[in-house]
């Protein structure tokens, strides 16, 4: 195989481990955290096991569905850390 072609094949495969990892997990701005069963109808952060995609939770307050809340104020809205069992 030549160089160049070596190169490529390494570097593309550095692009898909890296892309999937990034795909796979959400990022979180420092300082925040997951706050599940506090988001409005429509409001989540992410998707959830019944709703593909941010903004899609059906009702208020959905156990699976979040929103990234500054560390420490989850517990004062009443939601939890975890995602709740649907």
């Known amino acids: 195989m030549k160089k160049s072609n070596l190169a490529l094949a390494a570097t593309f495969s550095t692009l898909i481990a890296v892309g999937g990892a990034l795909i796979s997990t959400p990022a979180m701005a420092a300082g925040k955290e997951k706050c599940y069963g506090v988001a409005a109808a429509g409001q989540n952060d992410c998707a959830t ?35 709740k069992k649907a």
């Open 49 to 83: 096991k019944t709703s593909s995609c941010a903004g899609t939770s059906k009702v208020d307050n959905q156990g699976d569905a979040f929103l990234a809340v500054p560390e420490g104020l989850c517990a004062k809205l009443g939601g939890s850390l975890e995602p």
